[in-house]
């Protein structure tokens, strides 16, 4: 039973052009939501997140965008760059006081080709 | 400031053996929590500690794994009798605060195969 799937498991792009990850998740009472980035042999670094009462929020290349309605959630790098190359999760906060319990996404390989 | 830190960062152990995994949280993190990966899947919560109390253990396995903190700084995840379905890689993960605002700083995580 995955509440958070990322159907895409890898994704390839060329350098300057724009990446779109996706994540879709199942319950509507999911509050907060957000996306890291991990290298090999490291850990999850957070990236960017989102509150359940907005749409969008950016910060610089990085783009996150929530549909409510869809509970879809999509992460835009824009321009991509070959550092940009990791695996991208996406996760979410169930709401309550789980602060710290984190449901995450399989994760998608980000591929960005000079 | 140093990261957070866990050791050893491979372990390879035969079925029935005993592994006790170590984590360093950043200096000042109260709230400490242990996640793992399984073989290339998503990355689950296993539990989470505010200074030496556990807090959430929801996400533990079975009895076969323990988790202590004693004193409230590092903290020791222990597989015993350990089986093959216990590879994977676990991370640790610290935050100051529990809240939105506190994102989560993992470390490098542990690899374990157990043969």
């Known amino acids: 039973d995955q509440q958070v799937k990322q159907n895409s498991p890898s994704l390839s792009v060329q350098e300057g052009r724009i990446s779109i990850l996706n994540c879709d998740y199942t319950?509507?009472?999911?509050?907060?939501f957000l996306w890291y980035k991990k290298y090999p042999a490291e850990g999850p670094t957070f990236l960017i997140s989102i509150s359940s009462i907005k749409d969008k929020n950016e910060d610089g290349r990085f783009t996150v965008f929530l549909n409510k309605s869809a509970k879809h959630l999509s992460l835009h790098i824009v321009p991509s760059q070959p550092g940009d190359s990791a695996v991208y999760f996406c996760a979410v906060y169930p709401g309550g006081t789980s602060y710290g319990k984190l449901t995450f996404g399989q994760g998608t390989i980000l591929t960005v080709h000079p | 400031e140093a990261g957070v830190t866990q050791f050893p960062s491979h372990s390879v152990i035969e079925k029935g053996q005993t592994v006790t995994l170590r984590c360093d949280p950043i200096s000042g993190h109260d709230n400490l929590y242990w996640y793992r990966r399984v073989m290339g899947k998503e990355i689950k919560f296993l539990l989470h500690?505010?200074?030496?109390?556990?807090?959430?253990e929801s996400g533990m396995p079975n009895n076969r794994f323990l988790a202590e903190r004693t004193g409230g700084t590092y903290s020791t995840l222990k597989v015993q009798p350990a089986e093959l379905e216990d590879s994977g890689v676990y991370f640790c993960a610290s935050s100051q605060v529990g809240g939105y605002n506190s994102p989560l700083h993992f470390g490098n995580g542990t690899r374990l195969t157990v043969t």
């Open positions: 500690f505010v200074k030496e109390s556990k807090q959430d």
């Open positions: 319950n509507s009472m999911f509050d907060y």
